[in-house]
């Protein structure tokens, strides 16, 4: 994680922060995501914190995950006007020739604020689904339905490019919502074995109804998987209100519209 949010209370302060030429292994062979009880709720399982802030179960951000770009992000302005409002965004971060293998669950790579950039990196193998009676699980540790994206990111400007995503077990690319975003030139991979991506890329909106300027254009999807066991479900998904019930439950003002 880049800050802890039981200790810093001031994140849209935390801006211009670059990862870059690392490798980083999620420990999927060390870690389950999922204990003997079922729940991530930290008996029996990776998930948690030392700090005092994974008190509700199943937050993905206590998840064990990757790599966590997750900065400041405005979710009461549908605009998404981070150049009018900087205090409220972390901006200006960047991923850039970074490779995360073997996530176990959540996340390979999360990345929220405004302006920044992922580029020139490789997820492989982020998390297992596996869907049909007879198909082996490639991580049997019990926690069948380990979901993990590779890349899940939020917020305005955010240029995604030249990345490669092997293997990821829910969403290639996710985008939860924000204005004049790009994802460009990526290639998402499904390779032969018992993965069930739901979708190489997704303009999902949860928080930012607003995804207006966004640009997808020039990836690469294949798909070598066996469509039983694994494969990729829809090349590229484009909705609006996906998750967190839309307009019916308790979404943010900003997710409406």
Do not use: K
Request: glycine residues 16%.
């Amino acid at each position: 994680r880049m800050w802890a949010r039981s200790q810093v209370q001031n994140p849209g302060d935390i801006d211009n922060i670059t990862i870059s030429h690392l490798t980083i292994d999620g420990g999927q062979d060390v870690r389950v995501c999922v204990g003997p009880d079922g729940l991530d709720d930290g008996n029996g399982d990776n998930w948690g914190s030392w700090l005092p802030e994974c008190s509700d179960g199943g937050d993905p951000w206590c998840s064990p995950g990757g790599l966590a770009m997750s900065g400041s992000v405005n979710f009461l302005d549908p605009e998404s006007d981070y150049e009018a409002n900087p205090q409220w965004w972390s901006m200006g971060n960047v991923v850039d020739d970074v490779t995360i293998r073997n996530v176990e669950c959540g996340t390979a790579l999360s990345f929220e604020g405004a302006a920044g950039i992922i580029r020139n990196s490789t997820i492989d193998n982020a998390g297992v689904h596996v869907h049909e009676p007879g198909c082996a699980s490639t991580d049997d540790d019990g926690d069948v339905g380990a979901w993990s994206d590779g890349i899940t990111f939020i917020g305005p400007g955010h240029l995604i490019t030249g990345n490669t995503i092997i293997n990821a077990s829910d969403v290639g690319i996710v985008h939860f919502g924000g204005v004049n975003t790009t994802i460009s030139n990526n290639t998402i991979r499904a390779t032969e074995g018992n993965y069930g991506m739901f979708a190489a890329i997704a303009i999902h909106p949860w928080h930012l109804g607003n995804v207006s300027g966004g640009v997808v254009s020039g990836n690469t999807i294949i798909n070598e998987a066996d469509e039983n066991c694994g494969g990729i479900h829809a090349g590229i998904n484009i909705g609006t209100h996906m998750w967190g019930g839309g307009c019916t439950w308790s979404a943010w003002p900003s997710a409406r519209g």
